[in-house]
Structures are given as structure tokens and as C-alpha cells.
């Protein structure tokens, strides 16, 4: 069954992970994201490894069990 694998930004084509959407923000400076990394979209990564909006990740997770409200990154954890 497909789920919310973990919190993502993604901006001009790259996705940063991390188990908040904070720490994927520090992943995308990390890695040479030149700042401000806040404009990114942020969203979730799949179990299959796709980045999904917001509200397509709600629906994933209400799916699959994982919440039954609107997403943060702080419901998975």
C-alpha cells in the first residue's frame, strides 16, 4: 500500500528530504541550495519515491491510515 515516506522541499526540479520539512530545508543548503531554500514547494515523498503536493499526500495518508487530518510533517513522527 502506497504512504507518506517523508516531509520534502522541492525547487527548480530538486527534492530534499528529511523527517521534518525543516530538516529538508537544512538537506537543500546542505547540498548547495542557494538560500532562500523557504521559497521551495514543500510536499512529502511516497514509498515509492514520488514528491506529492500537500493535499495529494493528505489523501495518501487518510488512505493508508496514516492520519485523519490535514498533513504536517509532525503527524508522521
Not at 57 to 72: E, G, H, M, N, T
Amino acid at each position: 500500500m502506497l504512504k507518506i515516506a517523508s516531509s520534502a522541499v522541492k525547487r527548480d526540479g530538486e527534492v530534499w528530504t528529511g523527517r521534518r520539512h525543516s530538516d529538508a530545508i537544512r538537506q537543500a543548503v546542505f547540498h548547495g541550495a542557494v538560500p532562500p531554500i523557504t521559497s521551495a514547494e514543500q510536499g512529502f515523498v511516497t514509498s515509492e519515491g514520488t514528491f506529492v503536493s500537500r493535499k495529494e499526500a493528505f489523501k495518501i495518508a487518510v488512505a493508508s491510515d496514516q492520519v485523519c487530518r490535514p498533513l504536517y510533517s509532525e503527524d508522521l513522527w
